[in-house]
Antibody, heavy 119, light 110 residues
């Protein structure tokens, strides 16, 4: 069984950056793809992109290109999502979600990290 | 990439069957059999219920089933139970090598 544990809630000021972590356990870290999905209040989920933890390769949604950076630390089975130039529109719950291929379903999800952007 | 269209809410009595639709385009739902469905209880992690249009992960009740016709996928919940009350989202792989999610459906058990 895979478990994804994310970092805690964050409160940021407009213009700042936020970095959210997602630690995987269950010995499945290197052979999968980790996506980041966010859900703003009252809205549906939005896919932001994925990272291949093994190669470090990334694929970002066009909307987030130049704005989001996904990285990984294989030594601690953790992936990171950093979003810069935050505005109030970025207030959302951010999830990491694991898929076994870059086009298949999200089989496991983290518990979510609430990011609030407020002055 | 526009979100897939789902009804905002669907309701049913215990024991009844309900169906949730998920309408996309030829660039996503219509072109790929990589449609999945997720159950989301607020405050919890989403849970995969259906993948590849109609396959059920191990441990998911066979009361949940999926199908697809042209650009519309559907999730059917039969024998509705109180525990099924949640938000449901569809998702599809797209021609842009990305994913798109549905607008979400709130299922209420009357």
């Amino acid at each position: 069984q895979v478990q994804l544990v994310q970092s805690g809630a964050e409160v940021k000021k407009p213009g700042a950056s936020v970095k959210v972590s997602c630690k995987a356990s269950g010995n499945t870290f290197s052979g999968h793809y980790m996506s980041w999905v966010r859900q703003a209040p009252g809205q549906g989920p939005e896919w932001m992109g994925w990272i291949n933890p093994n190669s470090g390769g990334t694929n970002y949604a066009q909307k987030f290109q130049g704005w989001v950076v996904m990285t990984r630390d294989t030594t601690i089975s953790t992936v990171y999502m950093e979003l810069s130039r935050l505005t109030s529109d970025d207030t959302a719950v951010y999830y990491c979600a694991l898929s076994y291929a870059p086009h298949t379903s999200f089989d496991y999800w983290g518990q979510g990290t609430l990011v609030i952007v407020s002055s | 990439q526009s979100a897939l269209t789902q009804p905002a809410s669907v309701s049913g009595s215990p024991g009844q069957s309900i169906t949730i639709s998920c309408t996309g385009t030829s660039g996503d739902v219509g072109d790929y059999n990589y449609v999945s469905w997720y159950q989301h209880h607020p405050g919890k992690a989403p849970k995969l219920m259906i993948y590849d249009v109609s396959k059920r992960p191990s441990g998911v009740s066979n009361r949940f089933s999926g199908s697809k016709s042209a650009n519309t996928a559907s999730l059917t919940i039969s024998g509705l139970q109180a525990e099924d009350e949640a938000d449901y989202y569809c998702s599809s792989y797209t021609s842009g090598s990305t994913y798109v999610f549905g607008t979400g459906t709130k299922v209420t058990v009357l």
